[in-house]
């Protein structure tokens, strides 16, 4: 829906930019809450936490074999999720190191929220692989807590990809302000 604002007046000192220019203060609003929402979901600066929730959940549920996990193809999509976590968390912070130095967030804000809210339902999706069976819970006995929280967690990444504009409109401003596609 839309609302629109007919004579309205507004003190100089509470003008957020030019005036008739609220599209741009929005747009610029927008590329920081879709940095943000980046940051929460794939993007943030490393924790730098000793403990690694996957890997403690892979060793409960999964085993250990050789001091390794034991499911190679877990490891292996473990490894892939890390290694994109922290290749998506540095791109991250360069762009957010620009913006600190004064430039406006740009259309790669568009491509870090896509990119983002997929990349946390791919690590949902993986605990959801390392626990099996015991993800299914929803609430009751037979579960643990943190098992009945990652399956309401897994469920609420889907909803990240409308946050801050859904993932079909990020991809039409990509289309559009980064790869210059017609309409």
């Not at 190679?72 to 540095?90: K, Y």
Request: net charge negative; proline share 4%.
């Amino acid at each position: 829906s839309e609302v629109f604002f007919e004579d309205v007046r507004v003190p100089r000192t509470n003008v957020l930019g030019r005036v008739d220019g609220g599209w741009e203060v929005a747009k610029s609003l927008l590329g920081h809450e879709r940095t943000m929402i980046a940051n929460l979901f794939g993007g943030g600066a490393p924790s730098g936490r000793a403990e690694n929730p996957m890997e403690e959940a892979a060793r409960k549920y999964i085993g250990v074999r050789d001091g390794k996990i034991a499911d190679e193809v877990i490891r292996n999509r473990m490894a892939q999720n890390q290694m994109d976590e922290s290749c998506f968390q540095l791109t991250v912070q360069r762009n957010t190191d620009n913006v600190k130095a004064g430039h406006r967030p740009g259309p790669e804000t568009s491509i870090f929220k896509v990119y983002g809210t997929e990349l946390n339902q791919r690590r949902q999706e993986l605990m959801l692989s390392i626990l099996g069976p015991e993800c299914l819970g929803w609430e009751g006995e037979g579960f643990e807590e943190k098992e009945l929280e990652l399956c309401r967690t897994w469920l609420r990444s889907r909803g990240n990809t409308l946050e801050g504009g859904s993932s079909e409109i990020q991809l039409n401003i990509i289309a559009k302000r980064v790869l210059g596609l017609p309409d």
